[in-house]
């Protein structure tokens, strides 16, 4: 049996890991198993962005034991996209500019 390898992801990359997976509409559980997400954390971490307007919540039609289904927004498709411009990024300049502009959809605040 092959062991699963695990490294340390930053908050951008599980946010990112979290968006791929529910392109598609999908369960909590097969987010969950998609994006190795911590499981006593998830509930909190969708509502974190169906705040932030990245993700929504819709009630399911097809899961008979899910009520619901979540389902990347427009915004978190340019998240998406902003974030592979920023892993794609060769120069110091381009990685602040897309990190930037990722820090900015968060809503996030950085004190100098």
């Known amino acids: 049996m092959q062991e699963a390898s695990y490294q340390k992801r930053d908050k951008l990359?599980?946010?990112?890991?979290?968006?791929?997976?529910?392109?598609?509409?999908?369960?909590?559980?097969?987010?969950r198993n998609l994006a190795y997400l911590n499981p006593k954390k998830i509930t909190q971490d969708l509502n974190n962005l169906i705040e932030l307007n990245l993700l929504?919540?819709?009630?399911?039609k097809h899961y008979t034991s899910n009520n619901y289904?979540?389902?990347?927004?427009?915004?978190?498709?340019?998240?998406l996209e902003t974030f592979e411009n920023y892993k794609g990024s060769d120069s110091i300049n381009e990685i602040i500019k897309y990190k930037q502009k990722l820090i900015k959809m968060l809503n996030i605040v950085i004190y100098n």
Not at 13 to 31: R, S
Not at 73 to 79: C, P, Q, R, S
Request: hydrophobic fraction near 40%; charge should be negative.
């Open 13 to 31: 990359e599980i946010i990112a890991a979290t968006l791929y997976v529910a392109i598609e509409p999908t369960i909590k559980n097969h987010i």
């Open 56 to 60: 929504q919540q819709t009630p399911s």
């Open 69 to 79: 289904v979540f389902e990347t927004t427009d915004k978190g498709l340019e998240f």
